[in-house]
């Protein structure tokens, strides 16, 4: 038959529920829509009322997989509309922290989520039964990542130690360089890491997308930046908005993102981080890449895995780097204004999927009166939507079951969380 629907009910082991749903008609595909129905969390709602100071905490409850980005974000937003720059060795730690969440979640996603398609495998139970050395490889990594996490955050999921200004605490040398020596072998699996995925075979799909990612001229940007694209953006996160939009469609509870000129979609994660900061890869990331014969830009999504690893290389090089010229500062934070009027905030930082942008209104009293956070996951919806469309477009001879495999590995392209939903689906397909 040329007509069919093809539905996926509940993708389960996400940040959230979500289904995909398609429609082929008269051999053409008539609708794609990734809806995510998971009730509202209702977080920017009951951000309002609270103090400025409360928001880093409130919102790494966000992610259990990715909360340091928030605590960046918020941050990020709450110094922009108080005034304050957190530099130097407060700065630094911030950029440890931070890296410390890539190396945990980048290996996961790899080895755990996305591997096991390339094995012909239904999950990461099933890899660790016919491969261990890549499970034992991908929790190690994990395990050394959230080390970082637990010592400078307090602990490894949900950290508690970041405050607006910088740390409630900072860590001495001495505690420091008790991560050192793992960090050696850290590096040794990341660069194992990118020579294996680089040997997996890709699917041979390439689109012209819009990377959008943080730039700086001084460092592969991870903490701030100017939000930029292959395509021209270039602008400060003040001027986020002038940019982006949201909007809601109805099959899903998720809003999603577009540039405002055109409607049109873009990309933003490790490809787009990638694309954008390539010349800004610490030496051994740099040379990885070189090794496996990645090019600037790499426009197969499914190769995403291996800017992943390289991206796990250039967090744990900058750990080393960053503990080897550590100097524990006098204060464990910037002071926030003795006066403060009131204003608005935006921040923007780079979790391992993508920039999150947080902006804030804040009365004069210290009380949030509007939030708005974006994150990635909403800003690559439409992307993949049309992802999907395309790949369905072009493998309509295929059958139901080979189309949802195909389907649920191209979404495990972008997203962690939509990924280890995509190992263990409740399928039902119906023929018109």
């Given at each position: 038959?040329s ?21 082929i ?5 008539k609708d794609?829509?990734l809806?995510?129905?998971e ?65 945990e ?26 491969n ?13 990542g ?8 307090g ?17 001495t ?5 008790t ?12 660069e ?6 680089a040997?997996?075979k ?13 730039r700086?001229?001084?460092e592969?940007?991870?903490l701030?930046?100017?939000?930029v694209?292959?395509?021209g953006?270039n ?43 390539h010349?800004?890869l ?7 890449a ?6 600037p ?17 250039m967090a744990?090089?900058?750990s ?8 524990q ?14 204003g608005?905030?935006c ?17 004069a009293?210290?009380l949030?009166q509007?939030a ?25 001879d ?35």
């Open positions: 038959m007509d069919r629907t093809i539905a996926v009910d509940y993708i389960t082991r996400v940040e959230g529920e979500g289904a995909l749903h398609v429609t008609k008269d051999k053409t595909v794609v829509e809806r995510i129905f009730a509202p969390r209702f977080f920017e709602a009951f951000l309002r009322g609270r103090m400025y100071t409360e928001a880093p905490d409130i919102t790494a409850r966000i992610c259990g997989i990715c909360p340091v980005a928030y605590q960046m974000s918020s941050c990020n937003a709450m110094e922009n509309a108080l005034g304050i720059k957190v530099d130097g060795q407060l700065r630094a730690l911030r950029r440890l922290l931070y890296c410390g969440e890539w190396i979640s980048h290996p996961l996603h790899i080895y755990l989520l996305q591997a096991p398609d390339f094995f012909a495998l239904p999950d990461a139970l099933q890899l660790a039964k016919v261990p050395e890549a499970v034992v490889k991908a929790l190690t990594l994990k395990k050394i959230n080390d970082i996490m637990t010592l400078l955050g602990r490894e999921i949900h950290p508690i130690n970041v405050r607006v200004g910088g740390f409630y605490r900072t860590p040398k001495e505690e420091l360089m991560l050192r020596p793992r960090l050696d072998t850290a590096l040794a699996l990341a194992e890491t990118v020579r294996l995925t040997t997996l890709y699917p041979a799909v390439e689109h012209d997308y819009e990377f959008v990612a943080l700086r001229d001084d592969y940007a991870m701030d930046g100017n939000v694209s292959n395509k953006v602008v400060p996160v003040t001027k986020y908005e002038d940019v982006f939009d949201e909007y809601h469609a109805p099959y899903a509870n998720a809003l999603q993102s577009v540039k405002k000129d055109g409607r049109t979609s873009y990309f933003v994660g490790p490809l787009a981080r990638y694309a954008i900061n010349d800004k610490t030496p051994r990331a740099a040379k990885m070189k090794e496996v014969g990645l090019e830009v790499v426009r197969n999504p499914y190769k995403g895995m291996i800017v992943r690893a390289v991206e796990t290389v744990v090089e900058e080393i780097r960053i503990i080897e010229q550590y100097k500062p006098e204060k464990s934070f910037v002071e926030p204004p003795a006066k403060f009027a009131g608005v905030g921040g923007i930082s780079e979790a391992p999927r993508g920039i999150l942008f947080h902006k804030y209104k804040i009365g009293d210290g949030i509007e708005k956070i974006t994150p990635p996951t909403a800003q690559n919806k439409k992307r993949m939507e049309e992802d999907l469309r395309d790949l369905v477009s072009k493998s309509l295929k059958s139901d079951a080979e189309l949802t495999a195909m389907c649920e590995h191209s979404i495990r392209n972008y997203d962690p969380c939509i990924s280890c939903a995509t190992h263990f689906l409740k399928l039902n397909i119906t023929r018109e």
